[in-house]
């Protein structure tokens, strides 16, 4: 079974451009989770998604920043017009069913924006 | 509304024993423990749902005082595969926003030979 799987692991990006992050959760979960860490600091949640639906978006910026889980295929974190302040690892989790089951990681994307 | 995680750092030498407490001004439904190594995604240890709970994995386990708004993690015997940094993650959304879990700052755990 394979896990939570996250592409790409590292995306450059120039400032103004646009970065699209995908993740695909492990085989059977339906609930996607979205967080990002600054270099030196803690997970900050973003967004909460089940499938073709937004549970949470609390902790994503009101601009620029989009998720979306469609039926078919991966969940897709959005940043248009990147900016320096963007640059940091994003990392998705996936869990089962409930919210109260265990959030599995995948292994990040680390956003780079010159 | 962050869980505080203490101590902020620790320093050990192989075969020593650790504790990181992570702390909630807020109501305890559940606690998540994970460690995660530079670079690397966070790694799951163990989930606790219930306030007196306590779970165990190989020589780290944990407790959950619901009352206190607290939870331990205990490392015994530590090995240098522990090193790394401990995060809890607290579910502070309640109703449908249950799974969005908050994460205190870190404890940076390092174990030398």
């Known amino acids: 079974n394979a896990g939570v799987m996250q592409n790409p692991r590292h995306l450059v990006r120039r400032r103004g451009q646009e970065a699209r992050l995908r993740c695909s959760p492990m085989?059977?979960?339906?609930?996607v989770y979205w967080y990002r860490q600054l270099p030196e600091e803690g997970l900050k949640f973003m967004v909460y998604?089940?499938?073709?639906?937004?549970?949470?978006e609390s902790g994503m910026p009101k601009e620029r920043f989009s998720a979306e889980f469609p039926k078919e295929g991966p969940s897709i974190l959005r940043i248009q017009q990147v900016v320096r302040g963007d640059s940091a690892a994003y990392f998705c989790?996936?869990?089962?069913?409930?919210?109260?089951?265990?959030?599995?990681f995948g292994p990040g994307t680390r956003l780079l924006v010159l | 509304q962050q869980p505080v995680q203490s101590p902020q750092a620790v320093i050990l030498r192989e075969g020593e024993d650790a504790v990181i407490n992570c702390s909630s001004s807020?109501?305890?439904?559940?606690v998540h423990w994970y460690r995660q190594k530079h670079g690397e995604a966070p790694v799951f240890l163990m989930i606790?749902?219930?306030?007196?709970e306590q779970k165990g994995h190989e020589k780290i386990s944990a407790s959950f005082n619901e009352k206190k708004q607290q939870s331990s993690l205990y490392l015994t015997a530590s090995q240098l595969s522990y090193s790394g940094t401990y995060f809890c993650?607290?579910?502070?959304?309640?109703?449908?926003?249950?799974?969005?879990?908050?994460f205190g700052q870190g404890t940076i755990l390092t174990v030398h030979p």
């Open positions: 989790a996936s869990s089962p069913g409930t919210a109260k089951e265990t959030q599995y």
């Open positions: 085989k059977g979960h339906s609930h």
């Open positions: 998604l089940q499938k073709e639906n937004i549970i949470d």
């Open positions: 807020k109501a305890l439904y559940s």
């Open positions: 606790l749902l219930k306030g007196g």
């Open positions: 993650g607290i579910p502070l959304g309640g109703g449908t926003s249950y799974g969005k879990l908050t």
